[in-house]
């Protein structure tokens, strides 16, 4: 049994974690939730029992002998705090960027790479990657197994829970403002988005970064080769929907070999965790309202390039709360239990 800790307890992503650590079972012997000073003495459920919140220190760690720690409170919480907790002895699996790329912490989707987790001796973490990455690569294994892939490009549609629990508030107070004939107001009250996100589309997520990509761009062709051990080309253009949660993207997949959807949809079905909703007849293809709630990543729209038969299209959705964070975290720490728990 582990003694579990939860920092950024009252986030969007930590409230899932909680829900998702009791659907898989993870043997807690002790759950501790941690957020800021603000939030103490506030009460999280987990497995039909009330905790109270604690103020996130350097020291809770040691105090509680906490074995696991879920960080997926920013990144620069992670920086500061994430050493304290690894220092005390825990493994942490954390939801930021800040580790993501450092040679010697693991960047983990446990259905691709779970041989990596080994490493997280180092120093005591196991990053969880990007959202949208986590989806994609799940999409690309198969396929990259059966027609070796060469490049990729992507266009993500990115919810608004992507940015939290702020960035689904925005969301909603913009389309209530709408309805109520008052946007113009709502719209001068924009924190999280650089500009209105209901009723528009926004091609801006993270910062922009001198090649002209952003930093969320870059973190889907980094990461997603640090986590298949490749060289694929990637090129993405993030984009921010107006939709509560759940991530699509359209990707286009250039092979080394012919490709045959046929060979496509049953490597992708049978590859875990992911399953494929093709069924255009009938209308039949994953959408956000689909996928929320849901731990699975779903492909439709699987199709062959008209002029290229070395070219897959295809179109992914998954949770972003669950797939692309909370869910992912958790399978990483089941993993971690199986392969390196009980050494
Ligand atoms: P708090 O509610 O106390 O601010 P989201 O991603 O949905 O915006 O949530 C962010 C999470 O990270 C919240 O639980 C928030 O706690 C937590 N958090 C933000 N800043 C800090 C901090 N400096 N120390 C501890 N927790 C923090």
Redesign the pocket.
Same mark, same amino acid.
């Given at each position: 049994m582990y003694n579990v800790a939860v920092?950024?307890?009252?986030? &969007? %992503?930590?409230e899932e974690l909680f829900k998702v650590i009791e659907e898989y079972n993870i043997p807690v012997k002790k759950m501790v939730p941690? &957020?800021?000073?603000?939030?103490v003495g506030?009460e999280i459920e987990f497995a039909a029992n009330k905790y109270k919140?604690k103020?996130?220190t350097c020291e809770v760690f040691e105090q509680e002998e906490i074995d696991i720690a879920f960080f997926? &409170?920013?990144g620069? %919480?992670s920086a500061k705090?994430a050493p304290c907790a690894a220092s005390a002895g825990a493994v942490v699996i954390d939801n930021t960027s800040h580790f993501r790329m450092d040679k010697d912490i693991p960047l983990v989707v446990p259905e691709i790479n779970p041989e990596d987790i080994a490493l997280w001796q180092k120093r005591g973490i196991i990053a969880n990657p990007n959202c949208s990455t986590i989806q994609m690569v799940l999409a690309l294994k198969p396929l990259h197994d059966a027609f070796n892939i060469k490049r990729v490009d992507v266009a993500t549609y990115q919810a608004t829970s992507g &940015?939290?629990?702020?960035?689904m508030e925005e969301l909603m107070n913009q389309m209530q403002a709408i309805f109520n004939f008052k946007l113009d107001k709502e719209v001068e009250k924009k924190e999280v988005f650089a500009h209105q996100i209901a009723l528009n589309v926004i091609p801006h997520i993270d910062r922009f970064m001198d090649n002209g990509y952003t930093k969320e761009e870059m973190k889907m062709v980094n990461e997603t080769n640090k986590i298949m051990h490749t060289n694929i080309a990637v090129s993405a253009t993030c984009v921010r929907v107006p939709v509560l949660r759940s991530h699509s993207e359209a990707i286009t997949i250039h092979c080394e070999k012919d490709v045959d959807v046929e060979i496509a949809r049953k490597v992708l079905n049978d590859f875990e965790d992911v399953e494929v909703m093709d069924d255009v007849e009938k209308n039949i293809y994953p959408m956000p309202i689909i996928a929320t709630d849901t731990d699975i990543t779903y492909v439709g729209r699987i199709r062959k390039d008209i002029f290229d038969s070395k070219i897959l299209h295809l179109w992914v959705v998954a949770d972003q709360v669950r797939v692309g964070a909370a869910t992912n975290a958790v399978r990483i720490a089941k993993k971690w239990i199986e392969l390196e728990g009980n050494k």
């Open positions: 920092v950024g307890a009252t986030g &969007a %992503v930590g941690l &957020a800021s000073a603000r939030s506030k919140v103020e996130l997926s &409170a920013g620069s %919480v705090f &940015a939290g629990k702020k960035g």
